[in-house]
């Protein structure tokens, strides 16, 4: 029983996660076509090619994904945060999410679908924010 206690306070250390914000913004800046997908470190931006819509892949809100190196009993989700922008308005901010919904965020006539998080997790240490990077599809 007490392997079975300590097991589990183990699992769900390993499956927790905080908010991380990127230590500064990178500047870079991408560009993405309708239709495609686009890789962006935490803090870079792109701009949907031939617009003025651009997104900016702004924090880790929470990312409780299993460890590659665990056994968890659910496979997590990883939550992040996005900030759109149109000349013709404000950011906007979205939240998508890699299990939970949404999944994605429509914005300027385009959905923001997020396909993918990196790098993994590992047990035994954080993902540094500098190390995050998400995979986005755009489409009409």
Same mark, same amino acid.
């Given at each position: 029983?007490?392997r079975l206690?300590?097991?589990?306070a183990?699992?769900?250390?390993?499956c =927790? #996660? &905080?908010?991380t914000?990127?230590e500064?913004? =990178?500047? +870079? $800046?991408h $560009? @993405?076509e309708?239709? $495609?997908?686009?890789t962006?470190?935490?803090g870079?931006? %792109?701009a949907?090619? #031939?617009? +003025?819509?651009t997104? *900016?892949?702004?924090?880790? /809100? +929470?990312?409780?994904?299993?460890?590659?190196?665990?056994?968890?009993?659910? $496979?997590?989700?990883a !939550?992040?945060?996005?900030?759109? +922008? &149109?000349?013709?308005?404000?950011? =906007? *901010? %979205?939240? @998508?999410?890699?299990?939970?919904d949404? !999944?994605?965020?429509?914005?300027? #006539?385009? *959905?923001?679908?997020l396909?993918?998080?990196?790098?993994s997790?590992? =047990?035994? /240490?954080?993902?540094a924010?500098? /190390?995050?990077?998400? *995979?986005? /599809?755009?489409?009409?």
């Amino acid at each position: 029983m007490r392997r079975l206690v300590l097991a589990a306070a183990f699992i769900a250390a390993a499956c =927790s #996660g &905080n908010a991380t914000s990127p230590e500064g913004d =990178s500047g +870079a $800046q991408h $560009q @993405v076509e309708v239709g $495609q997908t686009v890789t962006l470190k935490l803090g870079e931006t %792109a701009a949907v090619r #031939g617009t +003025a819509v651009t997104i *900016k892949f702004s924090s880790v /809100e +929470a990312d409780s994904r299993c460890p590659i190196d665990a056994l968890c009993v659910w $496979q997590g989700d990883a !939550h992040i945060r996005l900030d759109l +922008a &149109n000349v013709r308005g404000p950011v =906007s *901010k %979205a939240d @998508v999410h890699t299990t939970l919904d949404p !999944h994605s965020t429509e914005f300027a #006539g385009y *959905k923001i679908t997020l396909k993918e998080v990196s790098p993994s997790r590992v =047990s035994t /240490e954080p993902v540094a924010s500098r /190390e995050y990077s998400v *995979k986005l /599809e755009v489409t009409r």
